[in-house]
């Protein structure tokens, strides 16, 4: 996610928020100190409505950077790298850089995020207890944030993916059935089940009842509706990548050229030719770097029969590598990273081919029918 901000590190996890995130904190902010302190409350000084408003959005947020941490937390314990935790429009993403390779991991990964949730509604539940008859005001924020992460806690077990309680059906399906991919399609079914639910339920009472706040309701539904699909598809583009390797895909029928040879006459002779984005560069055997289309793109064009392409290349030492056995969704990764359309597959300090987007683009498609036809005849019962 590229709009959104650096906040600091936690647990070698790197924090950022996201810029939508601003916005619901200055929203939520007015609402509490305009309108739900006031009305539950009447009689305070505005002075006060207003710190209650933003001490209680601060702790809102900082109990969604605890429920991420929670997930983050038990990932780590389990083996698993969390690169970054990004707090968005409704509550976190952490980005665990992969899945659970355990039906109990997920399950404990899943479930820890509430726990952590409901342990802090019932912390402040506790503070606003206590503070029962000496401030009136730290119990107010109190009762709101127990009621909030109880709330948050709930919301996120409704079992359907990708929220929390979706990956807990997914964990116990999977655990039964042994079957992954069935196991997410089904979580991933339901979520975009209760997605609609949401979407029509809320537009239906915001008009029937004339209840606004139903318009949310559909809002957070639409919301679900596209992640849930969206998780779905990128769960069985992994799936079908996990097994291959960059040997299954890459070509070894690369052009390479000599470094004073000009960006027009690169094009000219052998990108167009050969229908090739990539060339590599090399000299007396020894490959001095990588010459793609877009390197070309970024040069003047009537600078282009004078230039010779080692101006404009991408120097070994900088380029990004792959090796034979990689396996590909570390291709996919590195090539929507980097955004990047091909990659030099290296052996030993030598160019041995070249991976591109199309390549992988190709693959999936195939696999994709070849799946399709299996499961049709009923073949993939085992996973
Ligand atoms: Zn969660």
Redesign the pocket.
């Known amino acids: 996610m590229k709009a959104s901000f650096r906040l600091g590190r936690v647990m070698g996890i790197e924090i950022g928020i996201h810029v939508s995130w601003l916005i619901i904190f200055a929203l939520l902010t007015w609402s509490l100190a305009a309108a739900y302190y006031p009305q539950l409350y009447p009689g305070w000084g505005s002075l006060t409505y207003w710190t209650l408003g933003v001490l209680s959005s601060l702790l809102l947020f900082a109990s969604v950077l605890a429920?991420?941490l929670g997930?983050s937390w038990v990932a780590i314990r389990r083996g698993i790298p969390v690169k970054s935790i990004t707090l968005f429009i409704f509550g976190g993403a952490a980005n665990i850089t992969k899945e659970a390779e355990t039906p109990s991991s997920e399950l404990f990964m899943a479930v820890s995020?509430?726990a952590v949730s409901f342990a802090l509604a019932l912390i402040f539940w506790l503070v606003y207890f206590l503070t029962q008859g000496t401030s009136e005001v730290i119990g107010a924020m109190a009762l709101y944030l127990a009621q909030i992460n109880a709330i948050l806690g709930a919301f996120?077990l409704v079992p359907g993916f990708p929220l929390?309680g979706g990956r807990v059906l997914r964990a116990v399906l999977w655990g039964m059935t042994k079957n992954f991919r069935q196991a997410t399609r089904i979580a991933s079914v339901t979520g975009q089940g209760f997605a609609y639910f949401l979407i029509f339920g809320g537009i239906a009472t915001a008009f029937i009842v004339g209840w606004l706040g139903g318009l949310w309701l559909a809002f957070i539904g639409w919301f679900l509706a596209t992640a849930a699909k969206a998780s779905y598809r990128q769960m069985v583009v992994s799936e079908i990548l996990r097994g291959a390797s960059v040997r299954e895909i890459m070509s070894s029928d690369f052009k390479s050229i000599e470094p004073n040879v000009s960006l027009q006459q690169a094009l000219d002779d052998y990108m167009m030719p050969f229908s090739q984005r990539a060339l590599s560069v090399s000299q007396w055997g020894r490959l001095l770097g990588l010459i793609t289309l877009t390197d070309i793109k970024k040069t003047p064009r009537q600078l282009w029969s004078s230039t010779p392409v080692s101006e404009v290349m991408t120097r070994t030492d900088e380029l990004k590598t792959v090796s034979r056995d990689d396996d590909l969704n570390t291709v996919l990764q590195y090539l929507q990273s980097q955004d990047l359309n091909q990659l030099p597959v290296m052996q030993a300090g030598e160019l041995v081919g070249m991976v591109t987007r199309s390549d992988l683009i190709r693959y999936l498609q195939l696999r994709q029918e070849i799946d399709v036809r299996a499961t049709a005849k009923g073949a993939d019962k085992q996973d």
Do not use: R, T
């Open positions: 429920h991420e997930h995020g509430p996120n929390d």
